[in-house]
């Protein structure tokens, strides 16, 4: 397993995920098996705090996991058990992230092999340009 954390897959969760150091940035999400693009790799799940809220554990968090669903309501994942929570961003992905009916899915754009770290673009970020983008992708923005 190269160092990974085994995680048990939930229903919610349709292709193993397995989390391990990650080149990009602290830990990732890598694909245990195939994963063909434009599926459903699985969701985070944690708890829903109000927008308000989510910027004031920002502040006082160095690893921020959290999505903003609307202008709100967001998600705290920083207690969840859930691997996709350490999908790390990519400004050339290979999944994209997406909010449905108050939860967050992720979904492949393209074939990931096993072993492949799982990528999103993040999007804009409450960082604002200040956070150094680590992806090391060609054509990478350099900011987060």
Known sequence: MNGAIPTPRPAYQKYAVEVRPSAIDGQGAFAAEPVPGRRKIGEIRGESISVAEARIRATRSQRIMIVELSARRAIDFSR???PMRY?????RPNARLCIRQGRVEFYALRDIAPGEEITVHYGPTHHEGRLACRC???GCTGRL
């Open 80 to 82: 969840s058990a859930d």
């Open 136 to 138: 090391g992708v060609a």
């Open 87 to 91: 999908t790390n961003h990519s400004c």
